[in-house]
């Protein structure tokens, strides 16, 4: 991307929601166990291949998130703002973690997505898959598409339909609804419930703010696709005929599925968090 780190090396993070904090997993490498098996003479004369170590997943990314001068959080000016002199403690901070975001943005549809207990492990977990390109829906159920998955056939080709974006517009409007600059500034001041979270999961914080920053990445990084989009069904399931789209990261594949207009809109919903992150 073309914004700056402040290290080398560093990645940089979406909310869709989540919006608290800062994501990717320990790169681990596959060994291989060697069983002893009756094969039989007509495999004891082949020689015995050469195992290469393969890398599942890339290093868990490495960033620093810079705290602002002032990480008081700005709040809706219609609602009220209780002085707080401390954060509480991981397992008794989801009333907390509610009121603030509420201040930000009071809207039936978020007060249900936060409606989950465990709200800082919980919106943690979800960072971190997105920062692998996953969407964590048991994590953190947020608002499901609408209706059915919609498609139309023409020409014996399955076509993407355009109706279908409609489906997620609910959503895509509740993210486009928060302050980016107020979350950024709520991340820093639960900041060190967020790296509690994190490090249960085995994470050090400059491997959260990398998590985080990948995270956003992923999600500035899916295509903008304007014209109509081809499918293919196999078994049950529909897959992008063409295998730019299809080898997307889940993520960025659900974001096509919603549609260019709402894509652009989380996009810049996100890029306006990764900003207030990087430049607060």
Do not use: C
């Not at 170590?53 to 490495?62: F, G, I, Q, R």
């Not at 008081?72 to 509480?88: E, F, G, H, R």
């Not at 078994?235 to 207009?261: C, H, I, M």
């Amino acid at each position: 991307m073309p914004n700056p780190r402040n290290k080398a090396g560093t990645s940089k993070f979406i909310l869709a929601l989540g919006t608290l904090a800062a994501f990717a997993v320990i790169g681990g490498v596959i060994y291989q166990s060697q069983v002893a098996t009756d094969y039989g003479p007509e495999y004891i004369s082949l020689p015995q291949p050469v195992a290469e170590p393969v890398n599942l997943v890339a290093p868990v990314p490495e960033a620093f998130i810079a705290p602002p001068a002032d990480t008081i959080l700005t709040p809706d000016p219609s609602a009220p703002v209780t002085a707080v002199t401390k954060l509480p403690s991981i397992d008794n901070s989801d009333g907390f973690i509610r009121d603030r975001m509420l201040v930000m943005k009071h809207a039936a549809e978020l007060e249900k997505w936060l409606s989950s207990d465990d709200l800082v492990r919980r919106s943690a977990s979800y960072v971190d898959g997105l920062a692998r390109g996953l969407t964590l829906h048991k994590v953190l159920p947020l608002t499901a598409p609408e209706g059915s998955f919609a498609t139309h056939t023409e020409g014996g080709i399955i076509w993407l339909n355009a109706g279908n974006y409609e489906r997620y517009d609910t959503a895509v409007e509740v993210i486009a609804s928060l302050n980016m600059q107020s979350l950024a500034q709520m991340f820093h001041f639960t900041r060190p419930l967020l790296e509690s979270a994190f490090a249960e999961m085995g994470y050090q914080p400059r491997q959260m703010d990398g998590i985080i920053l990948q995270a956003l990445d992923n999600i500035l990084a899916t295509p903008i696709i304007v014209e109509p989009i081809q499918l293919k069904r196999e078994s049950v399931a529909y897959k992008f005929t063409d295998p730019n789209l299809e080898g997307l990261l889940p993520l960025q594949k659900q974001l096509l599925r919603a549609g260019p207009a709402n894509t652009q809109r989380i996009q810049e919903q996100t890029l306006a968090l990764q900003e207030a992150l990087l430049r607060p």
